[in-house]
């Protein structure tokens, strides 16, 4: 179904800070989420005729769990440094779009309910009774965030919109106002063990089918094991790799890597996901749910080893928040944690990104490459929100953003970074994360790309860059779709092991 | 002692008290709430050490601010450490003999005034030219700044414009401390200048002047980058885990 007709925005050498436009982005609504997967999920699908008290008591909750919520709320100064950051907000215009306006949607309701001066003088301090006009707006513009934490990087006291966002969505979630495409993934997660909803079976015969083809075009057996026990490291990518292009050149990446490397590995059917839709909404317990279907398959599987491939939530799901949740990872004392840490391998960290294990192996001279056969490419890397500003690569602060960097260096000769400002912890955001990846919010998407295809266009007109390398499924997927709208090529979108599949020596 | 002596001692120790259980109040709320999940804002200190360092660059010189809006920056640093600096040359008025401190910053602490008022300023200009931050600025947003601005000019005025009695006034704030109650000076600034600092005192805990002690609760802030290494858990999750 299309969207309604809008305007993509014109490439410019900087990414102006616009006027703002009251309501430019009023009419942008995500589809709802139906009955079935709202179910599953716990939540009612229609709006409740309690509706009101349900959300000032989810909100009262959340405030209580979660020291973010509750100290965000209250230390915003209204200063503005935060204005100007977001990229939905540079390429739609509506000031609701600022993460501080996006932050005063809920901060509004919040000192109506929660604070002396909003109950006494509500008109002074911006205070406002919930209504379903708030409900919608809430919905429209919690469904504009990608909780990239871009504005987190710039606020003074280090408020994340990220948790509002978030806390946001659980609250309409409660409420029946869930979003369809989140709703239903994390209901296919639940139901078959991944967001494509790809069962048992046919993962086994797409990863037959590949081995095929790499060894048609290499001459070299290389494997795709699934579900081995005793096997020493298990592979967690997300279920994109194994079907979409050009994630899937990704996943042929790795298993070359671990081809070279001699290593014992696998996937697993039970765990074939590494994405985890329960981040976007806020909600603990179904993120939890979503991530313990590794620590079962790792306990099942007897791996030492647990390696997560390119994506960018994944990744800050499993190494923030995996050891938390599901104890994969060191430094508990209690018996749930210490029955998996004594099967793990202690020499290494667990969990790994590809990208530490392949650098890991390239610095020990281990992979051996043909950098001239990248050389039709000129290269530049994208650093995804979630790697950069919520989670870590290696041993020093930062690591996110070199070692990706390293690799692509060490297998192709022509490399150009886009503009500092754009990059590393001041990243922009695909446009496509935390659920915004669907049709129905295309505009958001296109438009939300804006600052990113300013900076690619400059290293594509001055440096002849032609290749955007990624190491995240949804920043994969987001722009195969959107960069034809700035009118460049989606075959110029690809993933880093993508690079180091082209360039590797197998033998 | 006279009604308007009266009026100011009860008021200060009215103030005083509001201020205090207040901001501990809040500091209870802020640390008795759990953060279930490690979410610094990467890159990240590693250790705890690390994490202390970013938090004082972050208190003391801005850094966040300084990356994202250098006039804003310029403003509100400007302020706060005119504040800083008249706040400690107040202490004077409460302590005999004075700290060497007190003593050494006094001719700084006079004019840091002007620093703060011009920041101030500057802030304030920023809510009517700015769009994005005329947008976002409340009724109370203004009457903060002109609160602030008042308490400063107010300030400055006994001490650049018509001289308060200084002796009389530090008797009258050492009594407060001592509970050895002693006549308020009756000049009209230095009247103003107490009542809008009372003021202020009181509305502290319930005001976005919350964000001073939030900033050290805030944890993308105050967190080490160490989830691997470290099982972070909170108490509400650790029981529902044991269930």
Same mark, same amino acid.
């Given at each position: 179904m299309a969207g309604p007709e809008f305007e993509v925005p014109k490439l410019t050498e900087y990414t102006d800070v616009p006027k703002i436009m009251e309501g430019a982005m009023a009419h942008s609504k995500s589809f709802p989420a139906p009955q079935a997967s709202q179910t599953s999920l716990g939540y009612p699908w229609q709006l409740t005729d309690d509706w009101h008290d349900r959300a000032i008591n989810r909100m009262g909750e959340l405030l209580g769990k979660y020291r973010s919520l509750r100290v965000f709320m209250d230390a915003c100064v209204h200063c503005g440094a935060c204005t100007d950051k977001c990229h939905y907000f540079l390429g739609t215009a509506d000031p609701k779009n600022m993460p501080v306006a996006r932050q005063d949607l809920m901060r509004k309701v919040y000192r109506r309910y929660f604070t002396l001066p909003g109950k006494v003088v509500p008109w002074l301090v911006g205070a406002e009774d919930l209504t379903k006009e708030i409900l919608d707006d809430w919905y429209n513009y919690y469904h504009q965030c990608s909780e990239c934490r871009r504005c987190s990087v710039y606020c003074p006291y280090g408020i994340d919109t990220a948790e509002i966002t978030m806390a946001g969505r659980e609250i309409l979630n409660t409420v029946g106002m869930g979003q369809k495409y989140s709703s239903e993934i994390i209901a296919k997660v639940f139901k078959i063990g991944n967001n494509l909803g790809l069962p048992g079976p046919a993962l086994?015969?797409?990863?037959?089918?590949?081995?095929?083809?790499?060894?048609?075009?290499?001459?070299?057996?290389?494997?795709?094991?699934?579900?081995?026990?005793?096997?020493?490291?298990?592979?967690?990518?997300?279920?994109?790799? &194994? /079907?979409? !292009?050009?994630?899937?050149?990704?996943?042929?990446?790795?298993?070359?890597? &671990?081809?070279?490397?001699?290593?014992?590995?696998?996937?697993?059917?039970?765990?074939?996901?590494?994405?985890?839709?329960?981040?976007?909404?806020?909600?603990? !317990?179904?993120?939890?749910?979503?991530?313990?279907?590794?620590?079962?398959?790792?306990?099942?599987?007897?791996?030492?080893?647990?390696?997560?491939?390119?994506?960018?939530?994944?990744?800050?799901?499993?190494?923030?928040?995996?050891?938390?949740?599901?104890?994969?990872?060191?430094?508990?004392?209690?018996?749930?944690?210490? !029955?998996?840490?004594?099967?793990?391998?202690?020499? /290494?960290?667990?969990?790994?990104?590809?990208? !530490?294990y392949t650098w890991d192996l390239i610095q020990k001279g281990q992979l051996k490459f043909d950098k001239s056969l990248n050389d039709d490419r000129v290269i530049t890397f994208h650093d995804s929100c979630n790697v950069a500003r919520g989670s870590r690569m290696g041993d020093e602060p930062g690591g996110q953003f070199t070692i990706p960097r390293n690799i692509i260096k060490a297998v192709a000769n022509h490399y150009h970074d886009m503009a500092a400002e754009t990059i590393g912890e001041a990243t922009f955001c695909c446009g496509g994360g935390a659920g915004i990846l669907t049709d129905d919010l295309l505009e958001v998407r296109v438009k939300g790309a804006l600052p990113r295809m300013n900076a690619f266009n400059n290293v594509v007109q001055n440096n002849g860059v032609n290749f955007l390398a990624l190491i995240c499924a949804i920043c994969k997927a987001q722009f195969t779709k959107v960069v034809p709208y700035y009118g460049f090529d989606r075959s110029m979108v690809g993933g880093v092991h993508q690079l180091v599949s082209t360039a590797i020596k197998l033998d | 002692m006279t009604s308007l002596t009266l009026f100011y001692t009860g008021l200060y120790y009215f103030a005083a008290i509001v201020l205090i259980a207040g901001v501990a109040y809040r500091i209870a709320e802020y640390s008795g709430t759990p953060a279930p999940l490690k979410i610094p804002t990467t890159p990240a200190p590693t250790t705890h050490a690390g994490v202390l360092l970013r938090m004082a660059?972050?208190?003391?010189?801005?850094?966040?601010?300084?990356?994202?809006?250098?006039?804003?920056? +310029?403003? $509100?640093?400007?302020?706060?450490? $005119?504040?800083?600096?008249?706040?400690?040359?107040?202490?004077?008025?409460?302590?005999?003999?004075?700290?060497?401190? +007190?003593?050494?910053?006094?001719?700084? $602490?006079?004019?840091?005034?002007?620093?703060?008022?011009?920041?101030?300023?500057?802030?304030?200009?920023?809510?009517?030219?700015?769009?994005?931050?005329?947008?976002?600025?409340?009724?109370?947003?203004?009457?903060?700044?002109?609160?602030?601005?008042?308490?400063?000019?107010? $300030?400055?005025?006994?001490?650049? +414009?018509?001289?308060?009695?200084?002796?009389?006034?530090?008797a009258f704030a050492l009594g407060l401390v001592t509970f050895d109650w002693h006549p308020v000076p009756s000049d009209g600034p230095l009247l103003v200048h107490l009542t809008l600092v009372a003021l202020l005192m009181i509305i502290f805990p319930v005001s976005k002047l919350l964000h001073a002690p939030g900033i050290f609760f805030s944890p993308t802030r105050n967190q080490a980058d160490n989830p691997r290494e470290t099982r972070h858990i909170a108490p509400w999750a650790a029981a529902a885990e044991r269930k």
């Open positions: 086994e015969d797409t990863l037959l089918g590949l081995e095929e083809d790499i060894e048609a075009d290499t001459g070299v057996a290389v494997k795709m094991p699934l579900d081995v026990k005793g096997a020493e490291i298990l592979l967690v990518t997300p279920s994109a790799d &194994f /079907f979409s !292009e050009p994630h899937v050149e990704s996943l042929i990446g790795y298993a070359k890597v &671990f081809h070279a490397a001699g290593a014992s590995w696998t996937l697993s059917t039970h765990a074939s996901e590494a994405g985890n839709f329960g981040l976007f909404n806020g909600n603990y !317990e179904t993120m939890k749910k979503v991530a313990m279907r590794i620590r079962d398959a790792a306990l099942e599987l007897g791996v030492k080893r647990i390696i997560v491939g390119e994506c960018g939530h994944a990744w800050r799901v499993a190494y923030s928040f995996w050891n938390t949740l599901t104890g994969i990872g060191y430094g508990g004392n209690d018996p749930f944690s210490i !029955e998996l840490q004594k099967q793990l391998d202690p020499r /290494f960290p667990q969990p790994m990104h590809i990208c !530490e | 660059r972050e208190v003391v010189l801005f850094e966040s601010l300084f990356k994202s809006n250098k006039w804003i920056w +310029v403003f $509100g640093w400007m302020f706060h450490i $005119g504040l800083a600096l008249v706040l400690l040359r107040h202490v004077r008025y409460f302590q005999e003999p004075l700290w060497f401190v +007190v003593e050494f910053i006094q001719p700084y $602490g006079k004019y840091a005034s002007f620093a703060m008022v011009a920041g101030l300023l500057g802030l304030w200009a920023r809510r009517f030219l700015v769009d994005r931050v005329r947008y976002i600025s409340t009724p109370s947003d203004h009457l903060m700044l002109a609160l602030l601005l008042g308490i400063g000019v107010s $300030g400055m005025m006994t001490t650049f +414009v018509s001289h308060t009695d200084i002796v009389a006034l530090k």
